[in-house]
Nanobody
Framework: VQLQACGGGLVQPGGSLRLSCAAS????????IGWFRQAPGKEREFVAAISWTGDNTYYSDSVKGRFTISRDNARKPVYLQMNSLKPEDTAVYYC???????????????WGQGTLVTVSS
């Protein structure tokens, strides 16, 4: 499975961005998608995750209420809508796939290349 994350960029505090994660390759089996981020000098951390069917979603406390993860269809791209962005949201954002929805990076086996989000005035 190959994952392609895109949609990052520079945005002012309070602004919005939408990231997308598209999967290709051997995507025959169900997979959940998680978004993680890594700021300079910090460890990679969980942001949000969505199950194969889209029925179950999970968020870190730091983004709950501001970010929304979604997927229209099990084999379509997964989106991360980010609103009310803050400077502390600045990081490289990665999407990853897992056989089951999970919150730990260790449960994800395929990773995209990352897309940079910079929140600054």
């Amino acid at each position: 499975v190959q994952l392609q994350a895109c949609g990052g960029g520079l945005v002012q505090p309070g602004g919005s961005l939408r990231l997308s994660c598209a999967a290709s390759g051997h995507t025959f089996n169900p997979y959940a998608i998680g978004w993680f981020r890594q700021a300079p000098g910090k460890e990679r951390e969980f942001v949000a995750a969505i199950s194969w069917t889209g029925d179950n979603t999970y968020y870190s406390d730091s983004v709950k209420g501001r970010f929304t993860i979604s997927r229209d269809n099990a084999r379509k791209p997964v989106y991360l809508q980010m609103n009310s962005l803050k400077p502390e949201d600045t990081a490289v954002y990665y999407c990853a796939s897992s056989p089951v929805v999970a919150l730990s990076i260790y449960d994800y086996d395929y990773w995209g290349q990352g897309t940079l989000v910079t929140v600054s005035s």
